[in-house]
């Protein structure tokens, strides 16, 4: 069943290029078109639409993160995220003109669901994004995308998340398409980005040898830091999950920009810290802080290691260790951003003797609240 792979969680990895194709399938096209007709809530509906809120937990949570930033710049619609397990104790303000997206995995985590039976009795519309076709989740919903990644066994989400990704994408597109936003001409160009996205992961799956063994050599430590900002700050906090999760170390995420209010405090010499770079391209004034960011803590002792795209050439001075990402539009990113973290955990989580498909305390689908 694991294909030759020494693990579910390997296998599943390496699957991602085929998980993210198939979720794009029939639904964009290579001449910018996006067909989006599964998504049975009427375009009347959609346009009155005057707030997102996302809720989930865990990775598909660091999902919803990256998707709000999606949403709100194609669609100008305000949207929320929460951790689906907080969401009904603080008696959250919704109605009919409230579009909640529930993303889950395994479509039967009971804090989700619990968090999106609150919405509908309240009177809003629910749209799951699931990987698992007649779930809990989408049952209960009022639409559903289902993500393709097929099943997923190891309890560490890897392909589910890159596919939740492209989900949360392809519903802000469609999002901004049904209501005609200014940000219409880009919507074709990034759908033609979308389809070249799998080519992407499969070249960084190709160039991971340093990661593992740059993985193994830190199998003795104890902390990991991870830093980002934008949307490269989900992909910090879901590089610190999936360490913490299979590797048993403390390991933590953090916006970058929040170092001198605080975490930069733990700097100390030697210590791991992964930083994503956003493009140098765009919002080149994000790359540039980030680089500062980079240089403080070095000059702090940190031992960066940086995932940075192809050709940029600000960061080289201050990588201990340079992880390569293709380039690609910077909400996108995180597609390609995640792949090495993933690696890195799974590689040091094996190094330190653990089991990685099924780590301790964990199970794949938490059904108790
Ligand atoms: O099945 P779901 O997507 O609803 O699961 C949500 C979380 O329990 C899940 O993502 C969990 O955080 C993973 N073990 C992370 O790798």
Redesign the pocket.
Request: net charge negative; hydrophobic share 40%.
């Given at each position: 069943e694991k294909a030759g792979y020494a693990s579910f969680m390997l296998k599943e990895i390496a699957e991602q290029p085929k998980a993210v194709a198939d979720t794009l399938l029939g639904r964009v096209d290579g001449s910018g078109t996006l067909s989006l007709d599964e998504v049975r809530i009427p375009a009347g509906v959609l346009r009155e639409v005057d707030k997102v809120v996302v809720v989930?937990?865990?990775?598909?949570y660091h999902a919803g993160l990256i998707a709000k930033y999606a949403i709100e710049h194609w669609t100008r619609i305000p949207c929320e995220v929460e951790l689906a397990s907080e969401f009904r104790y603080r008696d959250p303000i919704l109605d009919q003109q409230t579009l909640v997206v529930a993303?889950?995995?395994?479509g039967?985590?009971m804090d989700?669901l619990m968090a999106l039976r609150h919405a509908r009795e309240q009177g809003a519309r629910v749209l799951a994004i699931c990987n698992t076709n007649g779930s809990t989740i989408p049952r209960e919903s009022d639409a559903v995308l289902y993500t393709h990644a097929g099943p997923e066994v190891a309890?560490?989400?890897t392909k589910?998340f890159l596919t939740q990704l492209v989900a949360c994408y392809l519903v802000a597109l469609y999002l901004g398409q049904v209501r005609g936003t200014k940000y219409g001409d880009e919507i074709g160009d990034v759908v033609r980005d979308l389809s070249g996205i799998s080519g992407a992961v499969e070249r960084v799956l190709g160039t991971m040898d340093p990661v593992r063994e740059l993985a193994r050599s830190l199998a003795h430590k104890n902390t990991v830091l991870f830093l980002g900002r934008h949307v490269g700050h989900p992909v910090a906090l879901e590089g610190a999950?999936?360490l913490k999760?299979l590797a048993y170390m403390h390991a933590e995420g953090f916006a970058a920009g929040e170092l001198k209010h605080g975490p930069i405090a733990l700097i100390e010499e030697d210590l791991p810290v992964v930083v994503v770079v956003p493009s140098p391209r765009g919002r080149s004034i994000l790359h540039d802080k980030i680089v500062s960011n980079i240089q403080e803590i070095r000059a702090r002792g940190a031992r960066t290691i940086v995932i940075a795209e192809e050709g940029d050439e600000a960061v080289v001075p201050y990588a201990d260790h340079l992880v390569r990402v293709p380039a690609t539009p910077t909400l996108l990113q995180p597609l390609v951003a995640t792949v090495p973290l993933q690696v890195f955990a799974c590689e040091l989580a094996t190094a330190r003797g653990n089991e990685v498909d099924q780590p301790r305390n964990?199970a794949k689908?938490?059904t108790v609240e």
């Open positions: 989930a937990c865990g990775t598909a993303i889950s995995q395994s039967e985590t989700t309890v560490a989400s589910a999950l999936k999760e964990l689908s938490v």
